[in-house]
């Protein structure tokens, strides 16, 4: 047994690598860009022309303590044409454009021509006293031109903009100012010009491998750099876009109240579970099986947040029963972080008994049915004639060589259980105000926080492998016909 323990604990490995490898895909391909997500939580949002100096370090540092101005992977395939440091445009729409133009010409020193003077002609005409020879208008026109010129790949729409823009230039009332920027006005057309005329899109059928080493965002994102972050690997999950803090910091505090509650009400669900599924069998069709089918099947047809609902109107409401408080874990006004575990436990246990048994009353009427079907079937089995015919009493029987192999669909049950209760903790988290996971995954959700939806889909399916490990485990301790070796 042990050496099958070490051995599926081995096997962790790659599945986790492979979890790991699926969040990191979602997490570059979600939308919007994380870099914008976390200058507006830092309050430095704005348009391009209205970012200072200061602003746009904060970016670029933001970038780079991201690892966004590395290559994705360890590796990249593509064209010839393509560039292999793409990946260093810092501007999302920019590079899209970019890679656009490289597949409409199949040149990349063309289109970097294009680019480069692009940005020299917004440089210098931001630079300049445009009020001399340009109205407002006209110049926030052409600013604007320039703009869309870096995030447009389309022809007719470029070709559109540049006689626009220089349509605008021929307004300039003062032509000694101007000829600065005709001149890189005129780079740029020529270096448009060249997109076509020196196209070479064969290139864009030729593989090219590119290999980056371990400087590349999945290898920062899943080990860490050793310095600012440690990596997925030592629990360091990155920075939330909601408010700029480690996931690490926030999930770690969130996480054990999630999994406390889970673990208890499956504790719980166990104990009822397995005692009325035994009765159930026992007194097939009578009138107690009956009653008690009757009396699951409406508590599994009760979704939880109207469970917790009625609960809450029912037992945390002044104007019935105040038994229990509304909301929360505990009082912050009277609790006190340095109590012992069992005075912690006294003031918390008022607080956690409506949540535990919405999260419960579910999964036991589940558990109950599977567990009747399951004596059922072994009741029947020849052996259990057998151990009757030898004059064994009933309750022997029924608890001693019955029970333990009735208990295989629950155990396999437990796999799935286990990490869907942490899970499905966000509607009932939320009703009842608790500070656990299922709340920070909702709030998470609703501000498109993907670095914590990420970590939380990353501890989900770490938390099934260990539900499946721990079923085969207790496959093999009630039943001696399953060995591992």
């Known amino acids: 047994m042990l050496k099958y323990t070490i051995e599926r604990i081995i096997t962790f490995i ?53 690892g966004l101005d590395l290559p994705i992977f360890y590796i990249g ?39 480069n003077s692009l940005l020299r002609l917004q440089d210098i005409f931001n630079k300049s006293n445009t009020s001399s020879y340009l109205n407002l208008e006209a110049s926030n026109q052409f600013s604007f031109e320039i703009n869309s010129l870096l995030e447009t ?33 005129n780079n740029v057309t020529t270096n448009y010009s060249k997109l076509e005329s020196e196209s070479t899109k064969w290139k864009n059928y030729i593989p090219a491998i590119h290999w980056y080493g371990s400087k590349n965002q999945y290898h920062l994102w899943l080990f860490g750099n050793g310095e600012e972050r440690n990596g997925v690997i030592r629990g360091d999950f990155g920075i939330s876009y909601i408010d700029g803090q ?19 009400s499956i504790l719980i669900a166990y104990a009822i579970s397995i005692p009325i599924g035994i009765i159930s069998a026992y007194k097939k069709d009578s009138l107690a ?55 912690k436990f006294k003031h918390r246990a008022p607080y956690l008994v409506l949540p535990i048994i919405t999260y419960t009353y579910g999964n036991f009427a589940f558990l109950s049915r599977i567990m009747r079907i399951g004596m059922i079937d072994i009741v029947s089995q020849d052996y259990i004639r057998t151990a009757r015919a030898k004059g064994l009493g009933e309750k022997i029987v029924i608890l001693k060589h019955a029970l333990r192999n ?4 629950i155990i396999t049950v437990f796999a799935a259980i286990f990490p869907m209760s942490i899970g499905g903790s966000v509607i009932i988290e939320v009703i009842f105000s608790i500070p656990g996971m299922g709340l920070e995954i909702f709030n998470a959700v609703l501000n498109y926080d993907y670095p914590m939806i990420i970590t939380f889909f990353t501890l989900v ?24 070796k």
């Open 14 to 66: 790659p599945m986790l690598i492979a979890i790991s490898l699926i969040a990191f895909i979602i997490s570059i391909n979600a939308p919007g860009d994380p870099v914008e997500r976390l200058s507006k939580a830092a309050g430095t949002e704005g348009s391009a022309e209205q970012q200072t100096g200061a602003s746009k370090k904060i970016k670029q540092e933001l970038r780079k303590k991201l």
């Open 77 to 115: 395939i593509s064209s010839i044409a393509n560039s292999d440091t793409l990946y260093k445009i810092q501007d999302k729409y920019h590079k899209a454009n970019l890679k656009a133009l490289n597949h409409q010409s199949g040149n990349w020193k063309a289109v970097s021509n294009y680019y």
């Open 153 to 185: 790949s389309n022809k007719e729409i470029i070709n559109i903009k540049i006689e626009k823009m220089d349509s605008l230039l021929n307004l300039a009332t003062n032509y000694s100012s101007i000829a600065d920027i005709n001149e890189h006005f």
């Open 246 to 264: 480690e996931i690490s910091t926030k999930i770690w505090d969130k996480l054990w109240i999630s999994f406390i509650l889970a673990l208890i």
């Open 289 to 343: 099986d009956k009653g008690m089918s009757l009396i699951l099947f409406i508590l599994y047809s009760m979704p939880s947040f109207f469970v917790g609902i009625l609960l809450l109107l029912a037992f945390a409401n002044p104007d019935n029963l105040s038994w229990f408080p509304v909301s929360g874990i505990q009082d912050p006004s009277t609790f006190d972080p340095n109590w012992s575990v069992w005075e």
């Open 406 to 409: 009735s208990l295989l669909p």
């Open 461 to 484: 399916g770490f938390l099934t492998m260990i539900g499946y490990l721990v079923s085969d485990i207790l496959y093999a301790l009630v039943d001696p016909r399953i060995s591992y």
